[in-house]
């Protein structure tokens, strides 16, 4: 995993043909995808499957860019020890603020699920932005996801497995 800067974040979304919005963020709802949103589980025994879930929809890919643009929402949700002691054993010590993009090499898997997990937990917006492009989602702080994806078909096996799960619900206020 490698950090980036909001500057080397918008860079690398910009090289990928990744919109960014008056914010220089992500733009979302995702222009010309499909989109699906889902309330984020509230059982924390959901979340960690739930966060392997979220990661293994984002392929194909050779790298992803989990970009954090709101933090400080919840502040009491926010485990900051736990956050910068994780980045800090990936030898980076600056804070949030400073580089916000985190940049998974495909292997990575296991690492973006513990950096997403870390984020949902801390009530974070997030951004998951593969490096092929047919895929991305928008965690919000509000407790809901948002898939993302080019092909129609692929959204709607996402919505019948998470509406196998017993309680996962499709958020009300889709887009």
Request: charged share 20%; aromatic share 12%.
């Amino acid at each position: 995993m490698k950090t980036l800067t909001v500057a080397e974040s918008a860079q690398w979304c910009s090289t990928r043909g990744i919109e960014l919005d008056s914010r220089g963020t992500p733009r979302h709802p995702s222009k010309n995808l499909h989109c699906l949103r889902f309330e984020v589980p509230t059982s924390i025994n959901q979340l960690a499957w739930f966060c392997r879930f979220i990661e293994a929809k984002m392929y194909p890919r050779d790298h992803c860019l989990l970009w954090v643009t709101s933090w400080g929402v919840w502040e009491s949700s926010e485990n900051w020890h736990l956050y910068y002691r994780l980045r800090q054993s990936y030898g980076d010590s600056r804070l949030l603020e400073e580089a916000p993009g985190h940049l998974f090499l495909g292997y990575e898997g296991p690492d973006l699920v513990s950096y997403l997990q870390i984020a949902l937990t801390s009530g974070w917006d997030i951004h998951l932005l593969p490096s092929d492009g047919y895929s991305r989602a928008f965690v919000s702080h509000d407790g809901w996801v948002e898939f993302a994806m080019v092909d129609a078909i692929e959204l709607d096996k996402i919505k019948v497995e998470l509406e196998s799960q017993k309680t996962m619900r499709p958020n009300i206020q889709s887009p």
